[in-house]
C-alpha cells in the first residue's frame, strides 16, 4: 500500500496571507495526485488533479506542485472560506489518501 | 448542474446487511466510472469500491474485499452498495463519487452528500 503522509497536521493562518501545504508519498507516483478540500459537515470537493491541474471552477489562488513523492498545495491570499480539512490522494497503484491537514484561523 | 444522491444509510447489527443506493444527473452516467468512498466519524477518507460504466470492471478495497458488492442500472442512472457481514469498524458516511478517469486511475470530480451507516448491537 502507498502510504500519503500530510504535514502539518495543523496549520493556522491569517487571512490574506498564503499557505502551504505539504503532503509525501511511500513511494514514487509520479503526478497521479490529487487534492480536496472538505470544509465542515460538508462533502470533499476537488481541487488539483495530476498534481496541478485545477478542476473545473477552483480560484486560481490554488496551485498545486510536485511529483514522485513530495507534493505541494499553495494556496494564496486566504479567504474565509479557504479554512478547512485539505486532503491528497494518490492514484498511481489503488486509492489512498492522506491523514488531512486543518487549516484553521489565527 | 451534476447532482449524486445516496440513500439506504441507516442502523444495522454486526453481521447485517445494508444496501445503498447513488441517484446521478446532470451528465451521461453510462459513460463513467464511479466510485464510493467512505469516512469514519471524525476521521479521514477511505477509498471503498469502482465500477466501470460497464460493469465489467469493478474493484474493491481490501478491507470490503467478499463483503461489499457495487453494481449500477444505467438505465435509470443508479449505483449501488451492497453491504454484507457488515462490521463496527464500517461504520461511517458513504459517498459515492464520480471517477475523473486517467490511465492510472482515478480522481473524484463529483461526490454526493452521503449517507450514513452506522453498525451497533
Known amino acids: 500500500e502507498i502510504v500519503m503522509t500530510q504535514s502539518p497536521a495543523t496549520l493556522s493562518m491569517s487571512p490574506g496571507e498564503s499557505a502551504t501545504l505539504s503532503c509525501r508519498a511511500s513511494?514514487?507516483?509520479?503526478?497521479?495526485l490529487a487534492w480536496y478540500q472538505q470544509q465542515s459537515g460538508q462533502s470533499p470537493r476537488l481541487l488539483i488533479y495530476?498534481?496541478?491541474t485545477r478542476a473545473t471552477g477552483v480560484p486560481a489562488r490554488f496551485s498545486g506542485s510536485g511529483s514522485g513523492t513530495e507534493f505541494t498545495l499553495t494556496i494564496n491570499s486566504l479567504q474565509s472560506e479557504d479554512f478547512a480539512i485539505y486532503y491528497c490522494?494518490?492514484?498511481?497503484?489503488?486509492?489512498?489518501f492522506g491523514q488531512g491537514t486543518k487549516l484553521e484561523i489565527k | 448542474e451534476v447532482q449524486l444522491v445516496e440513500s439506504g444509510g441507516g442502523l444495522v447489527q454486526p453481521g447485517g446487511s445494508l444496501r445503498l443506493s447513488c441517484v446521478a444527473s446532470?451528465?451521461?452516467?453510462?459513460?463513467?466510472?464511479m466510485s464510493w468512498v467512505r469516512q469514519a466519524p471524525g476521521k479521514g477518507l477511505q477509498w471503498v469500491a469502482n465500477?466501470?460504466?460497464?460493469?465489467?470492471?469493478?474493484t474493491y478495497a481490501d478491507s470490503v474485499k467478499g463483503r461489499f458488492t457495487t453494481s449500477r442500472d444505467n438505465t435509470k442512472n443508479t449505483l449501488f452498495l451492497q453491504m454484507d457481514s457488515l462490521r463496527a469498524e464500517d461504520t461511517g458516511v458513504y459517498y459515492c463519487?464520480?471517477?475523473?478517469?486517467?490511465?492510472?486511475?482515478?480522481?473524484?470530480?463529483?461526490w454526493g452528500q452521503g449517507t450514513l451507516v452506522t453498525v451497533s448491537s
Open positions: 495530476a498534481a496541478s
Open positions: 463519487a464520480r471517477c475523473n478517469y486517467s490511465p492510472r486511475g482515478c480522481s473524484f470530480d463529483w
Open positions: 465500477i466501470k460504466y460497464d460493469e465489467r470492471v469493478k
Open positions: 446532470g451528465f451521461n452516467f453510462n459513460g463513467y466510472y
Open positions: 490522494q494518490q492514484y498511481e497503484w489503488w486509492y489512498t
Open positions: 513511494q514514487s507516483i509520479a503526478t497521479n
